[in-house]
């Protein structure tokens, strides 16, 4: 089992990724995460505990709950359809952003850019890099499309 633990003050990009990796390989995943953490959308589709860290009751009881329910291996009878779509006239105007970039502005608006052209096309769940902290990682996504052969 996979138990992923989302504090409210700490960044958790890292930790998405690791999600993905579970829900492809499907693993039984529990979100912990604290009160105020904003869930990610990937989390709809994952039994969560929202609680305190220091509540040893809330988390015993969670764990307890999360354990003893029943495990489903099912696939689903149809292909989901696809979340993503293409960006259509959009991408005229990225490249034509993009070959500007090139000449005049830094890294951390290629980014932007590119941030910018994964989140038209429809992606549902999407890290960027915070600018005040640099975790290591600049960009990251998940889409079930994406996991689809």
């Given at each position: 089992m996979?138990?992923?633990?989302?504090?409210?003050e700490?960044?958790h990009e890292?930790?998405?990724?690791?999600?993905?990796?579970?829900?492809?390989?499907?693993?039984?995943?529990?979100?912990?995460?604290?009160?105020?953490?904003?869930?990610?959308?990937i989390?709809?589709?994952v039994?969560?505990l929202?609680?305190?860290?220091?509540?040893e009751?809330?988390?015993?009881f969670?764990?307890?709950?999360?354990?003893?329910?029943p495990?489903s291996?099912?696939?689903?009878a149809s292909?989901?359809p696809?979340?993503?779509?293409?960006?259509?006239k959009h991408?005229?105007?990225?490249l034509?952003?993009f070959?500007?970039?090139?000449?005049?502005?830094?890294?951390?608006?290629?980014e932007?850019?590119?941030?910018?052209?994964?989140?038209?096309?429809?992606?549902?769940?999407?890290?960027a890099?915070?600018?005040?902290s640099?975790t290591g990682v600049?960009?990251?996504?998940?889409?079930?499309?994406?996991s689809?052969?």
């Amino acid at each position: 089992m996979i138990i992923v633990v989302l504090p409210d003050e700490v960044s958790h990009e890292n930790v998405m990724i690791e999600l993905g990796f579970a829900l492809a390989r499907k693993k039984p995943i529990l979100i912990i995460a604290g009160p105020d953490m904003k869930l990610p959308g990937i989390a709809s589709r994952v039994p969560y505990l929202r609680t305190d860290l220091h509540n040893e009751d809330g988390l015993r009881f969670g764990l307890a709950q999360f354990i003893a329910a029943p495990r489903s291996h099912a696939e689903p009878a149809s292909p989901k359809p696809k979340q993503t779509r293409p960006i259509g006239k959009h991408a005229d105007e990225l490249l034509a952003r993009f070959h500007n970039l090139r000449e005049k502005h830094g890294e951390a608006d290629l980014e932007m850019l590119v941030v910018e052209a994964i989140t038209t096309s429809g992606i549902p769940t999407l890290s960027a890099k915070n600018r005040e902290s640099d975790t290591g990682v600049d960009i990251a996504i998940w889409s079930d499309d994406s996991s689809r052969g």
